[in-house]
């Protein structure tokens, strides 16, 4: 980064501020000065964080006051691309944000009364677009063409079957 004294940082979502706010502090530590910092959606919170006794301009596409959460929608849907929490290891291993992996409450804010039923929604969500990547692809879909793969995900077989075996 020689010769550079300058950026513009970008991003999606702008939630907490935190990761945001601490690489404007490393960059600083380079000499590195952030005026700006561009994002889609900007939340109010982590808005506040950033610009904090700074110096600094947001700019975000849509601004929000308050939200109870922000996830991604990928991390709804078995075997998209990286979707769910990464697990450490060599495998492309991930841990949805549902039951019976993840933990739907804690990692996105879901009412305990409704984890379960929300749940078995997400599921069905992913055996659907499933089914409609066979309907189009005019193949089935096996458990080794996925790349992100779940805890016991099996190596071989259809990956509908196994989707629904999980409900």
């Not at 599921?123 to 879909?141: C, D």
Request: hydrophobic share 40%; net charge negative.
């Amino acid at each position: 980064m020689k010769g550079i004294r300058q950026i513009c940082l970008v991003d999606d979502v702008i939630f907490s501020g935190v990761l945001i706010d601490r690489l404007i502090k490393v960059l600083c530590g380079y000499g590195i000065t952030v005026p700006l910092v561009c994002a889609g959606i900007g939340i109010i919170e982590g808005i506040d964080r950033i610009t904090n006794g700074k110096k600094i301009k947001i700019d975000c596409a849509k601004v929000y006051d308050d939200v109870i959460d922000e996830v991604c929608e990928r991390d709804f849907y078995l075997g998209v691309p990286y979707s769910g929490r990464s697990v450490i290891d060599n495998e492309n291993i991930s841990i949805p944000y549902f039951l019976p992996y993840g933990k739907p409450g804690d990692w996105a804010s879901i009412p305990i009364p409704f984890e379960i039923e929300f749940s078995k929604f997400c599921i069905g969500q992913s055996i659907s677009l499933f089914e409609e990547i066979e309907i189009v692809s005019k193949r089935k879909v096996c458990c080794s063409d996925i790349e992100r793969k779940i805890p016991k995900q099996p190596k071989v077989g259809n990956y509908v079957d196994f989707l629904k075996s999980i409900i």
